[in-house]
């Protein structure tokens, strides 16, 4: 597929070229979208009739939630209520009425999934839930004419209906139209009394102009709400009338599909305190509604608010909230030992918790511990206290506080939060006791949580287990399964991609709503990228193309790392390549390229000095006309998916356009005869024309040189040219057309013609003034060699016949005579009646022989031997070893061409055969 942006129209004897600025544009028609010859049902006024399943009803009203109640209109089957006399409508009742209505009724009807279940009401009975009832006393009283209504006629019927007219379980009431559609009762078992289905049609129904009911648009849901917590957000609304089910779409982006009766959704692994937008559309087969929207904010949960005892995740470890400090700091410590070790491995030494002692515990949660943590800039610096902790509980010496990142409780904090500790963490047996932090009555010993979770003390070089404490910050958050997830820094918003290149990514988002935001930092499938400061934008370079990355984005201030934005995908998307430009000779630039190995690709964009010039959908081809002679433009494509996304440029390609030669001026047909049409023509008066094609119904003809005549001898009799001439200058670029001249050939009775036709002959004859004997035959000869007889004319050819002569060779010419006998002067003897002369027409030579080079400095002359009728000669020629080609004519056995080329040479005729690869060197 081509697409253009231009057509050529004739304009005082000069060929204009008129821009035509064309886009193409798909319009593609939403799913659900009802025809324009189609109205909703719940416009036929009740009492008017419809097509429903192949049947005729009747419309009795439209209720308030949108279904329509109908009833057949003239019913057709005569059967009992039940033949057991019960008078309760029952569906799982075999015998029943029922029954009947909801599996043989029901299975008949070829639109039965557009008919609605419901409840039944009986009065002396509970309702039932069926999909075809029957209409009840007070129903058939309100619509009927007989009664109060004006929508339901009276039939000469007698039919059942849904109530009994006292609780005597033989007894069911009916409608007698016999008896002007009064109602009245019958035994169950009856067996001449009508039944006449009625049913409830879904909402949004539509009729086309011959009341058939179609299926309408699939209608939206309505009464979105959702429900957010700091990481998921839970969406309800209300159902749709026969869906087949809902989609789910999390900013623009399909997230779930849940069954039609579903009417939830939980939409997990959410940012806090981030802004979405969900839509929810209703879908049936491959139609799907509109959507119904609505925009929510996820909470945000702080460490700092969660109460002391609560178990949060950190470091990929389980930890109890121990407190909160007046800063809004959360101290917790983990539920797990980490290990079991000396609280100092040196005895003799003080019993202090010191950091900077190597051998203390203190170091070694500061040191190997700390940097094993994920998420270490959450932990907040805090003072240690080491108040020492006599037999009888009372203060002593207080040692003063330390400085570090990990700690462990003091007793004092222990017996705070005791209770609230897991049981697990209650030792039972002195190999399960654990260090605090609080220094023993003695220099040798420290505090221990010993059995039962009793404070006791022992040696400072005891192995006990150690249960690390740290302190997150204030603005620490939770998601909803209690996992840290960075500081309360909103997340930045809006993450958008573009692609420079088919290697880079440029992203760029909304800035984080906070306050205290210092800068950001962008992450690469979960690896740190890179850090850029304040800036909202970034180029990730050296990507592989077809790959996908994941990005996020995590706002950072001094207290950390913020929340990072939701995961981003981008694939990397392929450029278009192998843009090249051809150009035909009414100056017109036509691009092609190489599709896109992508996946979703909806179509390309065409850009022109770096602006948009055109939508060409799925084509890998646009023809440019609107160039300014002398200028010179740069293209490039990109490709564009079914996303929305735009993939990065193709290398462009520069167009020079030249200042075209000038049109020759005077083009006429000088003389025309059977077979052959001479053209000729005033010459182009701008010196740079250096010769002239001449084209025929478009398609290239001769190249004629410096020449102002031209004898076409593949005319056929009969038909009808165009002819047009334009000249090229000293580069082989084409000018101005000259102005077009059509020439009707004239045909010839009474005549035997031979018309070359590429790989065969065709051979016509036509008798208008001549009467052939009773015999013919048509002979051939080929380049002066023997005549041969071919075909024996039967008694239907004699007038006339047209032969397809493939038994022909390359280089041979033929001609062709029709001998006769049975004449009235010589009933015996043979004649010759006609004869066609050699054929003429596009005749396929023999690749041109002798081929020679005769070189120059720069250039070479190639020629060869003529023969007669062979010329105009074609001629391919590449100078960058066969990669690209450029096509000549020349009416002579010669050409010129560079040093360093490639040619090849043929006579004229689509079926000519070319020369071996000649090398120019």
Known sequence: MVVRSCKRSISNKKHTLIALCAVLVTVIVGAG??????????NVEPGGTIHFSGLEWIVLEHKSDGKTYIILKTPTVQRAFDPDRTNRFDPTDSNNIGYYLNTTFYNSLSQKE?????????????????????????????????????????????????????????????????????????????????????????????????????????????????????????????????????????????????????????????????????????????????????????????????????????????????????SGNTMIIQTEPETRMVFDYDRLADNRFNPSDTNNVAYWLNTTFYNAIEGKELVQDRQWSRVQMMVDGSDGTDYGAVTGKVGLLDAREY?????????????????????????????????????????????????????????????????????????????????????????SVRLSWDPSQSEDVEGYIVYRDNQYLADVGNATEYTDTGLAPGQTYTYQIAPYNSNGEGIRSSPYSVTVRRKPTNLT????????????????????????????????????????????????????????????????????????????????????SGLTNTNSAPGNVTLSWNASTDPNVAGYH??????????????????????????TYTYEVVPYDRSGIEGQCSDPITVQVPDVADTLTAWWKGNYIEVKWRAENVTLGSRAVLWRQMENGPWQAIKVLKPEELNGFTYKDYNVAIGLNCRYQIRQQGTISNWFAWSTAAESGWATGDRPFAAPKNVRIAYGEDTAVVSWDTEDGQAPYAVKYSTDGGETWRTTYTSSGTITVPRRSKVRIKAQGSYSHWTGLVTVR
């Open 33 to 42: 979208i009802a025809r324009a010859d189609t109205t909703p049902l719940a």
């Open 114 to 326: 557009l008919i609605e279940t419901v409840t039944w009401q009986q009065e002396d009975y509970p309702g039932v839930s069926a999909k075809i009832g029957l209409l009840t006393l007070s129903e058939y009283t309100q619509y009927s004419t007989v009664y109060q209504g004006s929508v339901l006629p009276n039939i000469p019927y007698r039919w059942w209906l849904l109530s009994t007219p006292t609780s005597t379980s033989e007894f069911v009431c009916t409608v007698d139209g016999t008896l002007n559609g009064y109602w009245s009762n019958a035994n169950a078992d009856a067996t001449d009394i009508y039944c006449r289905p009625a049913l409830y049609l879904q909402a949004g129904l539509m009729v086309d102009s011959s009341g058939t009911v179609q299926e309408g648009p699939v209608q939206p849901p309505a009464g979105l709400t959702a429900n957010p917590t700091a990481t998921s957000v839970t969406l309800n609304w209300n159902p749709s009338s026969g869906v087949d089910g809902y989609k789910i779409y999390r900013d623009g982006t399909l997230v779930g599909t849940v069954s039609g009766s579903q009417t939830s959704y939980t939409d997990n692994g959410l940012t806090p305190n981030n802004t979405y937008t969900y839509a929810v559309s209703a879908y049936k087969g491959t139609q799907e509604s509109s959507v119904t929207s609505i925009t929510v904010t996820t909470l945000m949960r702080y460490a700092r608010d969660q109460e002391v005892g609560t178990i949060i995740r950190f470091s990929g470890t389980d930890w109890v909230v121990v407190g909160h400090d007046e």
């Open 415 to 503: 017996l705070t939060i005791k209770d609230l500790l897991p049981a697990s963490m209650m030792p039972s047996g002195y190999t399960a006791h654990w260090w605090l932090r609080t220094p023993g009555p003695d220099n040798l010993t420290t505090i221990t949580v010993g059995d039962n979770g009793n404070l006791t003390y022992d040696y400072v070089d005891a192995l006990h287990y150690v249960y690390p404490v740290i302190v997150l910050k204030k603005d620490v958050v939770l998601d909803d399964s209690g996992n840290v997830v960075g500081i309360g820094i909103a997340a930045p918003t809006n993450i958008t991609h573009s692609q420079p290149s088919d290697t």
């Open 581 to 664: 430009y051809t150009r035909d000779r009414y100056q017109r630039y036509t691009l092609s390229w190489q599709p896109s190995a992508d996946e979703n690709v909806a179509g390309y964009k065409v850009y022109r000095n770096g602006e948009v010039i055109a939508d060409v959908g799925n084509a890998t081809e646009y023809t440019d006309c609107t160039l300014s002679p002398g200028s010179t433009y740069t293209y490039q494509v990109a490709s564009y998916y079914t996303t929305g996304e735009q993939g990065p440029l193709s290398d462009p390609v520069t167009v020079e356009v030249p200042i075209p030669v000038t049109a020759p």
């Open 694 to 719: 001449v084209y025929r119904d478009n398609e290239l003809l001769a190249d004629v040189g410096n020449a102002t005549q031209y004898t076409d001898t593949t005319a056929e009799p009969g038909k």
